[in-house]
């Protein structure tokens, strides 16, 4: 079981050999006090969950950004090992805004970075999906806890809420941003947003209220160039 364990991880990190993970060495990590086989198991953990978080056309994602690499070991710096395997864990930090046009690679980006994180084997339990969606799934309808749904989106550790302004402005839309993006404001919780809205336009899409928390809240990188989908690379 040690054994499959230990491929298993080695399956998924073989194919981003250039990040180099947190932990190689388990016994090292041994003698440093922590419980290499709680270790292993959650590291693997870690890999498969993100894995399934990610999407198909997305699944070899890597972020290659300077600064979206600088917001991820901001991440990697504030996170806390955990008291038996010592594998770090992801609970508060910066968030990221991903500015630019149709097909610049912000959803790319963004799922790179989660991505990177399941590599160096840092716990972020992230939860994905484009915004549009994460409103499909609250309106209210039979048999459909609304409150409890956002509750699900609100508190994960680590949210990535794609194609944020994309959605036809209501007066729920609205309410829901303002919710969705001050709860996570209050208790620093580490967002990844993006957006095609010019950043001048930002607040007129989505509100100024919620517009100057973001800008607080978040790095924001504005990506530029030609549509990566008209070239046949994702985006």
């Known amino acids: 079981m040690h054994d499959s364990r230990l491929e298993a991880i080695a399956s998924y990190r073989d194919a981003f050999p250039h990040i180099t993970p947190l932990i190689t060495d388990w016994s090292a990590h041994e003698n440093q006090g922590a419980d290499s086989f709680h270790a292993i198991k959650e590291t693997l953990g870690i890999l498969a969950t993100t894995d399934q978080a990610i999407p198909l056309r997305y699944k070899r994602a890597d972020a290659t950004d300077p600064q979206v690499l600088a917001w991820i070991d901001e991440l990697v710096e ?30 790319f980006q963004g799922y790179g970075a989660i991505r990177r ?105 504005v990506l530029k160039g030609d549509d990566r989908r008209r070239q046949g690379r994702a985006a």
């Not at 038996?84 to 991903?98: A, C, D, I, Q």
């Open 117 to 221: 994180l399941s590599i160096l084997g840092v716990n972020a339990s992230p939860s994905a999906a484009p915004i549009a969606d994460i409103y499909a799934k609250m309106r209210p309808r039979h048999q459909v806890d609304s409150e409890e749904v956002f509750e699900s989106y609100a508190h994960t550790p680590l949210l990535f809420a794609d194609d944020l302004g994309a959605a036809k402005t209501s007066e729920w839309v609205e309410e829901v941003n303002m919710r969705l993006v001050n709860y996570r404001y209050d208790r620093q919780l580490p967002t990844i947003f993006t957006s095609n809205v010019p950043p001048k336009e930002l607040g007129a899409k989505i509100g100024e209220r919620v517009a100057s928390r973001l800008i607080e809240m978040c790095r924001t990188v």
């Open 78 to 107: 504030g996170a806390s090992p955990a008291r038996v395997s010592g594998v770090r864990k992801v609970s508060t930090g910066p968030s990221l805004l991903l500015l630019g046009p149709t097909g610049t690679g912000k959803t």
